[in-house]
DNA sequence: TGGATAGAAGATAATTATTTTCCTTTAAGT
DNA sequence: ACTTAAAGGAAAATAATTATCTTCTATCCA
């Protein structure tokens, strides 16, 4: 179910609303990072004439409107979000599940800034390794 | 001019020795993080007749020896670079530099793991903005 | 130090991924 | 409802990557 949120916010951004944007949205909105692939997969079930084109250019379009971002990760095609509040990712490398992470930067970005004299004002940060459910079963 | 430590570790990664070998780690150690089509043209210089697919071929059976990585940028394509001590990049947006920056994780680490209650063994961290030559040219 | 041989190079074809084109359809404003 | 700029879909065009096949060569060993 869609956050009518979120259609204010397709609007704001000057995106014309359709039914597949409709559901792009609601596809990231309720399974997080996807990829193309996944996107395109995910919508076929209720668009089944749906274009690979469409997808491409939809995200394409989300992102040049910073409504939804790119995530590269290691080892693993792009995944797209809806743009939130900044927070960096946590991968597993078992089940290559994504998900965010909340942690403070500030001491890292001083460093940072401290050791590169660049002037930062963006952060990718990824962390992979093992979720805590692959911890088990790979211990077991 | 190569040194021989990396004749003696692309020996001791079961590589083998090859003019086209030597020249990409040549270049990669010259000039730090490359894109393949990067490589490709510093390449064909020297070797009218290389093909991209030797480069493809190459860099992957390097990265699989772990020999090289890759670095996954954000707005860029990939660039690889001779594994070395795990650090840290700084890229500039403007002039599109890659540099490393060493710095410390054990805080960041340390949160990840609390928060996320993932077992973390690998991190890829990519700060963006301007390098300190072009925060001169921004203002000037 | 001359083969023998596994693996690499080069050329090219085949795949796969992404973007663009072109025409039809539709959302959104009047 | 009418108009129009923009979006969707199908297919073609590009770009990126991988596979195949033949020729070449680095490395190993007698
Ligand atoms: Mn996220
Ligand atoms: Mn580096
Ligand atoms: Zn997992
Ligand atoms: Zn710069």
Redesign the pocket.
Known sequence: MIMKDNLEL??SY????????IA?VEELASHGHL???DLYQG?LER?P?????????????MEEKEFVQEVKIPEQ??KYELTKAHHAHVVCQECKKVEDVVVSTKTILDEVKDVSHYRINRDDLIFTGLCPECVVKQSA
Request: hydrophobic residues 40%; aromatic residues 6%.
């Open positions: 397709l609007k000057q995106l014309k609303i359709t039914p597949q944007r792009i990829s193309i692939e919508l668009f004439t749906i274009s690979l084109a469409t997808v491409y250019k939809n995200i394409n379009a095609k792009s």
